[in-house]
């Protein structure tokens, strides 16, 4: 039965109505599917904000864990974030002005980006965000005539390679992100950071990349950038106050996933910067982390109504949902995987191998090639997928021309529509149209 199968990747307020529905937030899926329509994204409030919770409670200040937006953001979601007292993690100008719109407070925000124009940085003085994490010498040289003031962070690459998928390792020599350690770089780096003007030189930052399991890439990035540190004091007798060790910690996708529980990781990080900082003797820093899919991923739900069935030859059988890579596109991009079960009858026998088909035109428009499902499935069924809450909606395309899902909020009962659903008029409204 699928409900208890999937019960740890299910929203941590998952439950079954009498009548074999599923149940989050309080909210009946299928009369949330009666009242909005599929596709749909569900967030399941308490699940974010007991997430939040957990790392917080290690880190032991909640403005030093900083949400990254990038996985989920619209402005309810930071107004939620805001409201827990916690930081926000942008790294884009509209992710910015997302932000600004809900209100977050500046001094809260760590703006981080490859390539951050001019404007965006203009639009980050005027918001006095508090941190800004430095990627470039030509980021340097802009922010040196920007009048900003503002704590700086670098941001290096301490040369591991995370064990995750390569699209998702952003900590190796040759990432396109910070600055190696390797031929002086970063130091040249920092050197340069500490003459910005008006600005303040506060660490170091290293994100190794997302959805790791394995602690083992943490501890060394540790151990490098605490060296580094001890480097920095050295050669150009600057502090590092800050050290944030960015997000990626891995969460449950599949049955058979079995994360570190998120304190545990929180903890490991936060204590080992510290130690690793006294064993050089230097000042204990301030450890802040940028957890994204640990909060958001398993939040999150997509409810799709299946629209065909079909047999192949060859035995397999594809479900085709009213969906797929336009709000789901990891398994496209990333050969991610998911689980599923069918809202409108969690208690039905998961006795068939089902393949769930997006509705794009791309034959890689699978969301699950072998999903555990009902034999039974049809035409109607509702088909949920767990644990899309991150990098689902924040990836989500117009692909096929087709407009994304409605994202509702629910809890203790209630359902908030925190993002309408997009209509045909609003991606026509772009489209100007040749000059008869
Ligand atoms: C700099 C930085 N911080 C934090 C994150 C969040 O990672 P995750 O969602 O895996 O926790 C990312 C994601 O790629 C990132 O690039």
Same mark, same amino acid.
């Given at each position: 039965m699928s409900f208890g199968r999937l019960r740890s990747i299910l929203p941590s307020t998952a439950a079954r109505s009498s009548d074999g529905h599923l149940v989050v937030g309080g909210c009946d899926v299928v009369k949330l599917v009666e009242r909005f329509g599929t596709p749909l994204m569900v967030m399941d409030r308490t699940t974010i904000e007991s997430h939040a919770a957990k790392i917080i409670a290690e880190v032991g200040d909640a403005s030093r864990v900083f949400y990254a937006g990038k996985s989920f953001i619209c402005v309810a979601m930071c107004q939620l974030i805001?409201?827990?007292?916690?930081?926000?993690?942008?790294?884009?100008?509209? =992710?910015?002005?997302? !932000?600004?719109?809900?209100?977050?407070?500046?001094?809260?925000?760590?703006?981080?980006?490859?390539n951050k124009s001019a404007d965006e940085l203009e639009v980050a003085r005027a918001a006095n965000v508090g941190r800004i994490v430095v990627d470039s010498f030509d980021e340097i040289h802009r922010l040196a005539g920007s009048e900003m003031s503002t704590k700086l962070l670098v941001r290096i690459t301490p040369g591991v390679e995370a064990q995750t998928h390569q699209y998702v390792r952003t900590g190796g020599e040759d990432s396109k992100f910070g600055f190696a350690l390797a031929d002086g770089v970063a130091l040249d780096a920092v050197r340069r950071v500490l003459e910005v003007p008006g600005c303040t030189f506060a660490g170091l930052h290293a994100h190794i990349g997302s959805q790791i399991f394995d602690l083992g890439g943490f501890d060394l990035a540790i151990k490098r950038i605490s060296d580094f540190a001890a480097h920095v004091l050295d050669e150009l007798g600057a502090q590092v106050t800050e050290v944030n060790m960015g997000g990626g910690f891995g969460i449950q996708y599949v049955?058979? =996933?079995?994360?570190?529980?998120?304190?545990?990781? !929180?903890?490991?990080?936060?204590?080992?910067?510290?130690?690793?900082?006294?064993?050089?003797?230097?000042? =204990?820093?301030?450890?802040?982390?940028?957890?994204?899919?640990?909060? !958001?991923?398993?939040?999150?739900l997509?409810?799709?109504?299946?629209?065909?069935?079909?047999?192949?030859?060859?035995?397999?059988?594809?479900?085709?949902?009213?969906?797929?890579?336009?709000?789901?596109?990891?398994?496209?991009?990333?050969?991610?995987?998911?689980?599923?079960?069918?809202?409108?009858?969690?208690? !039905?026998?998961?006795?068939?191998i089902i393949s769930i088909a997006g509705k794009h035109c791309e034959s890689g428009d699978v969301i699950i090639p072998d999903a555990k499902l009902p034999a039974n499935l049809s035409v109607g069924d509702l088909v949920c997928v767990t644990a899309t809450g991150a990098y689902n909606y924040s990836m989500a395309s117009n692909y096929n021309r087709t407009p994304r899902p409605p994202v509702i909020l629910v809890a203790d009962g209630n359902a908030t529509e925190i993002v309408r659903r997009e209509t045909i008029e609003d991606i026509l409204a772009l489209d100007v149209p040749l000059p008869r």
């Open positions: 805001d409201g827990l007292g916690m930081g926000l993690d942008v790294c884009s100008g509209g =992710e910015l002005e997302t !932000a600004l719109r809900a209100g977050f407070p500046g001094d809260r925000i760590i703006f981080h980006g490859n049955e058979w =996933e079995d994360p570190l529980p998120l304190q545990e990781v !929180a903890r490991g990080i936060a204590q080992d910067v510290k130690k690793e900082f006294k064993k050089r003797s230097l000042q =204990e820093p301030d450890v802040f982390l940028e957890p994204g899919r640990s909060i !958001a991923g398993s939040a999150g997509t409810v799709y109504t299946i629209g065909t069935v079909k047999e192949r030859a060859g035995g397999r059988k594809f479900a085709s949902v009213d969906g797929g890579m336009s709000d789901n596109v990891r398994p496209a991009l990333y050969g991610s995987s998911h689980e599923a079960l069918l809202a409108n009858r969690v208690d !039905a026998k998961d006795d068939g």
